[in-house]
């Protein structure tokens, strides 16, 4: 939903980044009604959508492969309370937790949130394993190649370049990530 003047607040609008990614039932229409619901959550304006990739999954190999997006959004809505609304987002759609990197039919996770540096009970911010997952920072790096990793000190890109050395040795491959589409 756009930012207008319905939705100021006392917060500067912040620019914050959501990790997409489902593999049960029909991936690509749930991270589509995820986006939809995205926008339509009062005080955040979805920027910008990578493409969907396919992806092996991370956890148990008896699993289908997941489709997986980077969302940019600017939000006046804190942190804690953008996590809160993504939670919400996934009970909507029918997400049930189960076995840690098991099937999902959605996982939305909040990736980087304007610089911010956060460890508590709920939330760790930036997101504690992003830069090792091609995952997320191949379509974080398509939208935005210059977002910063605050802790690491690097780019989006820079980690995307880093991850695909360590993986394939000097590799311009993508390890890991299957398909775009």
Known sequence: ????????????????????GANLGDPHRQLQEALAKL????EVEVLKVSAFYLN????PPE????????AQVRTRLEPEELLRALGQMERDLGRVRGERWGPRVIDLDLLLYDGVI???????????????????????????PEAW????????????????ATAAGVS??????RERF
Do not use: D
């Open 149 to 164: 990793h605050p802790v690491l000190e690097k780019t989006a890109a820079e980690l995307l370049a880093e991850l695909e």
């Open 118 to 144: 956060m460890s508590g009970p709920e939330l760790v911010l930036p997101h504690p394993e992003m830069h090792r997952r091609v995952f997320v920072l191949a379509p974080l790096a398509e939208i935005a």
């Open 63 to 70: 699993q289908p492969w997941y489709v997986n997006a980077v």
């Open 1 to 20: 939903m756009p930012l207008g003047p319905a939705a100021i607040t006392e917060l500067k609008p912040v620019n914050a980044y959501i990790g997409l």
């Open 56 to 59: 092996p999954p991370l956890g």
């Open 172 to 177: 311009t491959t993508r390890p890991g990530l």
């Open 39 to 42: 926008a339509a959550v009062e």
